[in-house]
């Protein structure tokens, strides 16, 4: 009977710890998407709100590492549990999360520090609660004197499964069913749940004292600690952690800034950790280190020589399963160095540091100096330089990366133009990556080689854009290329570009005669250009709105007795629209416009009521629509800011989504007339491309002219079934993926 009741104990007491750890992970991945979502609408959508979001994560986890290691090794275990349950009782206070009462960003300045003391505000104390349990916990249940008290790591991989199942059912359960309002409310539920679990075990291990109850410094337990182990843990835990936001500011560009896809990379990175602490590791890490070159020869040879070679998906795969291996080596060889129990918080205070360096350096260090998301690529070869390393080491492992770096320079000596060899340097590239596979079992000559082949196809890529300027800030990468236009008789004409990321935003022609035409999703054959000329005559003393400036092309349908207000988020953008050197629409067309900076509902919510005759929304985060200007409450706004007559405008062209069922929801939830044309672009018309563009109106009267004009293909909005419509508490994005 004895026996029976000590192993019911036992296996009682793994539940306990076990499920408290699952529980706090779970509500510490529910609450970053679900915070970052609440946010999102004051920074216009930008995927920087996610990795700002991020760093204020991984740096309140290291303060709460820092605690629990402080805690552990400093007190005893009675002291440890009243102090903790006194700093639990204080966290309540902060209950139930929410955004604190005015919290309005600054326009005039880069918002990240007011982003990380409105997190601070918001949710610090709970989350520093969060972040403690885990090391702290795990402590604790190696001092119970339980049978698998020697090594509690697997507990690790408990909650990291919490973790993982919360961040899936965030996208696909949670943000679907319940609104952000009720989200915060079980949210806080949830927490207080968690409070009495941790409550329980310092009960139980208050109970079960040990004689051991005496705590060991930290200067002890440190000091048996080399610094060399301790440098490659904290690199073995940097690089993934910087890679984990580079991945994740590449997807979240170019679709759309949602948990949805910010998940993607979190969710990959957190499975390496439940993998590599787990029994599983000592036979699978040998195999993930020889298997990881076979995965990078067609990561290396297409993902960095020209993005528009593939479609979306397969470059979105290559990236995540080259992300996939590199994090699962380095975690694999930092599980593989894990301490004994004594140095368990030592171990994970270093691990949350490293986080916390690899998401500063991302958010900080990085934006101001690359002009471009170069850190990506220089992790992926910190990564590669983290592989297990041969004992032997030659001078002659540098002689391929050197051999690389010679054939580059010289290509860029001899060759004025590179442009019309692109496809024989993308073939030699591609050639290069596989050649490389064969330097796998030399550390640094394959790092450094496959560093060199990146190098090159970027700088080539850079070079055959004919890049004027390029610039990197909060909101993302803005660069003005120079292209040529080649007619029938062979005549060359200059024209300039700006691309946000990887998507074109305008361009423009310069000779004197052209420089006033809109072009791309703005042309004259277009939408725009049909609804400008339709409404030529009743439209010459409105007042229009546009949100979203791009290159200013829009501005050349304006007219004198008008009054144009241009509403952008990024300063960035209004200096190179403004900038001469670069686009003259502005200048040309509409110099001294009204300018409101800072997102768009925020701006539009301090205009008159019914002042706008025309609202055009054109805002953009590379190839995405921030979501919180597609919402109900988004289009109710619009309306009130429009006269009874008025009319907006929605650019929705986009490559991965189908937006129209969004406004299609809309206009019929709220009895809006609608119009959509889906413009395909006639091909002897240089720069005027496809694009997709939806007008609505309070009464079909309104939008009446543009169908009998005949300019276009304009056709009433479409029905969609089974959509709920979003709101600021509900977005649906798998509902309307192309």
Same mark, same amino acid.
């Given at each position: 009977m004895s026996n029976d009741s000590k192993t019911n104990r036992n296996l009682s007491a793994i539940v306990l710890f076990a499920g408290t750890l699952f529980v706090s992970a779970s509500l510490m991945f529910v609450l970053q998407p679900l915070f970052g979502k609440i946010l999102l609408p004051l920074l216009g959508g930008s995927p920087a709100v996610w990795n700002t979001c991020m760093v204020f994560y991984?740096?309140? /986890?290291?303060?709460?590492?820092?605690?629990?290691?402080?805690?552990?090794?400093? !007190?005893?275990?009675?002291?440890?549990?009243?102090?903790?349950?006194?700093?639990?009782?204080?966290?309540?206070?902060?209950?139930?999360?929410?955004?604190?009462?005015? %919290?309005?960003?600054?326009?005039?300045?880069?918002?990240?520090?007011? /982003?990380?003391? %409105?997190?601070?505000?918001?949710?610090?104390?709970?989350? !520093?609660?969060?972040?403690?349990?885990?090391?702290?916990?795990?402590?604790?249940?190696?001092?119970?004197?339980?049978?698998?008290?020697?090594?509690?790591?697997?507990?690790?991989?408990?909650?990291?499964?919490?973790?993982?199942?919360?961040?899936?059912?965030?996208?696909? #359960?949670?943000?679907?069913?319940?609104?952000?309002?009720?989200?915060?409310?079980?949210?806080?539920?949830?927490?207080? #749940?968690?409070?009495?679990?941790?409550?329980?075990?310092?009960l139980l291990l208050w109970k079960n004292r040990t004689a051991s109850d005496t705590p060991v410094s930290d200067t002890a337990v440190d000091n048996k600690l080399t610094i060399r182990q301790k440098l490659h843990w904290l690199a073995l835990a940097f690089v993934p952690s910087s890679l984990l936001l580079g991945l994740t500011n590449f997807i979240s560009t170019d679709i759309a800034s949602v948990p949805l896809l910010w998940i993607i990379p979190l969710t990959v990175y957190l499975l390496s950790f439940v993998i590599v602490f787990s029994h599983w590791n000592d036979t699978l890490h040998p195999w993930m280190v020889k298997s990881q070159p076979f995965v990078l020869v067609p990561f290396i040879a297409y993902a960095f020589v020209n993005p528009a070679d593939l479609p979306y998906w397969v470059y979105l795969i290559l990236h995540i399963l080259a992300f996939f291996f590199a994090i699962m080596v380095c975690h694999g060889e930092l599980a593989k160095s894990r301490p004994p129990t004594q140095y368990l918080t030592s171990f994970y205070l270093i691990m949350s540091f490293a986080g916390m360096l690899g998401g500063m350096f991302n958010t900080f260090v990085a934006p101001f100096i690359f002009n471009g998301i170069y850190e990506y690529p220089i992790m992926i070869v910190a990564a590669l330089l983290l592989r297990p390393w041969s004992v032997e080491w030659s001078i002659k492992q540098l002689i391929a990366p050197v051999a690389l770096l010679g054939i580059g320079f010289i290509l860029y000596a001899s060759i004025n133009d590179l442009l019309q060899y692109f496809d024989e340097i993308a073939l030699s590239l591609i050639a290069f990556s596989v050649l490389v596979y064969f330097l796998r079992k030399q550390t640094l000559s394959y790092a450094l080689t496959i560093g060199g082949i990146m190098f090159l196809a970027l700088s080539l890529h850079g070079l055959s854009s004919h890049t004027l300027y390029q610039k990197r800030s909060f909101f993302g990468v803005m660069a003005v290329r120079e292209s040529v236009l080649t007619d029938e008789q062979n005549k060359s004409e200059t024209y300039h570009e700006l691309f946000h990321g990887t998507t074109k935003h305008g361009a423009q022609r310069l000779p004197e005669a052209l420089a006033k035409i809109p072009l791309t999703y703005y042309s004259q054959p277009g939408p725009m250009g049909q609804l400008f000329k339709t409404f030529d005559v009743a439209s010459a003393n409105w007042q229009i709105g546009v949100v979203g400036l791009g290159a200013g092309a829009l501005a050349c349908y304006a007219k004198p007795s008008q009054h144009w207000t241009l509403y952008e988020i990024d300063p960035l953008v209004i200096d190179i629209a403004k900038n001469t050197n670069y686009f003259t629409y502005l200048s040309r067309c509409l110099p001294n416009p009204t300018m409101r900076v800072g997102d768009a509902r925020l701006a539009l919510e301090k205009e008159?009521?019914?002042?706008?005759?025309?609202?055009?929304?054109?805002? !953009?985060?590379?190839?995405?629509?921030? %979501?919180?200007?597609?919402t109900k409450e988004a289009m109710e706004l619009y309306f009130k800011k429009l006269k009874p007559n008025g009319i907006l405008a929605f650019h929705i062209t986009n490559r991965h989504l189908a937006l129209k069922k969004v406004l299609s929801i809309h206009a019929e939830q709220l009895h809006f007339a609608a119009l959509i044309q889906e413009f395909k672009a006639p091909e002897n018309m240089p720069l005027v491309v496809d694009t997709d563009w939806v007008v609505m109106a309070k009464q079909p009267q309104t939008l009446e002219p543009l169908t009998l004009a005949m300019l276009g293909n304009w056709q009433t909005m479409p029905l969609y079934f089974g959509l709920s419509p979003w709101t600021d508490d509900f977005t649906n994005i798998v509902k309307i993926w192309k």
């Open positions: 991984q740096s309140i /986890l290291f303060l709460g590492y820092l605690y629990a290691h402080t805690l552990s090794t400093r !007190f005893r275990q009675h002291q440890q549990i009243l102090l903790h349950i006194g700093v639990i009782v204080i966290s309540l206070l902060a209950l139930p999360v929410a955004l604190p009462d005015n %919290t309005v960003p600054p326009t005039d300045s880069d918002p990240t520090f007011w /982003l990380c003391w %409105t997190l601070f505000l918001a949710i610090g104390l709970p989350f !520093f609660v969060l972040s403690t349990t885990a090391p702290l916990v795990q402590k604790w249940f190696s001092q119970l004197g339980h049978h698998s008290s020697d090594d509690p790591y697997f507990l690790y991989a408990a909650s990291n499964t919490g973790s993982l199942l919360a961040l899936l059912s965030y996208p696909f #359960l949670l943000e679907p069913s319940i609104g952000l309002a009720n989200q915060q409310t079980d949210w806080s539920f949830g927490y207080g #749940l968690l409070c009495l679990l941790i409550g329980a075990c310092g008159p009521d019914q002042h706008f005759d025309l609202l055009v929304m054109d805002a !953009f985060s590379s190839d995405a629509v921030p %979501t919180h200007l597609l």
